[in-house]
């Protein structure tokens, strides 16, 4: 039982470069999150999806974009990476909005140089 | 505002030893509350949730929290480390009444434990 696989685990971009994460879940979730957690901040929820073809805008969610093109998956693309994006991603994904019962992925590694 | 405070970010306790995770939030009505916990390089998971049914809530791995209306506190207790416990571990408020409901994370508490 997969859960939420993330891909990349561990990426190193150069500044202005841009990248894809990718999140995916295999328990027919509805709601999808991306989080960035940086030291002694907790996470901090960046966009969210309410279902498939559904974005919305998290906490933090200024140089980031995202798609829910399929229901299994949610993309978060960086077009143009800063240092300030330097940072862990987690992907979650949840069959209510009600909080609880979040499955989260292993994380995404980011470094921007 | 609502908030989330975890009063220690670091604990050290030995192995055997009780083990107390401070929390304290801030909301304007009854929120749910839940621990989760982090093991190095894996995602985040759930130990235990508050959805105001019973005030004293047990969770996995011998883990339990009791909700503090009065003091505005779900405190997080085990009565015996063991080395597995150590990991960090983030208390978390579910804001909202109905539809989605934004999670508010604290800061976290790293716990170590030692032999």
């Known amino acids: 039982n997969a859960g939420v696989t993330q891909t990349p685990k561990f990426r190193v971009l150069k500044t202005g470069q841009s990248m894809t994460l990718l999140c995916a879940q295999d328990m027919n979730h509805e709601y999808m999150y991306w989080y960035r957690q940086d030291p002694g901040m907790g996470l901090r929820l960046i966009h969210y999806?309410?279902?498939?073809?559904?974005?919305a805008k998290g906490e933090v969610p200024d140089g980031y974009n995202v798609s829910r093109l399929k229901k299994q998956n949610f993309l978060l693309g960086l077009e143009s990476a800063a240092p300030s994006q330097t940072s862990v991603y987690f992907c979650a994904s949840s069959n209510s909005g009600q909080g609880g019962g979040y499955t989260f992925g292993s994380g995404t590694r980011l470094t921007v140089v | 505002a609502q908030s989330v405070t975890q009063l220690d970010s670091h604990v050290s306790v030995s192995e055997g030893t009780p083990v107390l995770l401070r929390c304290n939030y801030s909301s304007s009505y009854s929120p749910s509350l839940f621990w989760y916990v982090q093991h190095p390089n894996k995602g985040l998971q759930l130990l235990l949730k508050?959805?105001?049914?019973?005030?004293l809530v047990k969770g996995i791995n011998g883990f339990e929290a009791e909700f503090k209306k009065s003091e505005t506190s779900f405190h997080l207790t085990k009565p015996s480390a063991h080395m597995s416990d150590a990991a960090e571990y983030f208390c978390v408020v579910s804001l909202g009444s109905g539809g989605y409901n934004k999670l508010i994370f604290g800061a976290g508490t790293r716990l170590a434990v030692h032999p």
């Open positions: 999806s309410v279902g498939e073809g559904t974005t």
């Open positions: 508050y959805t105001s049914a019973a005030t």
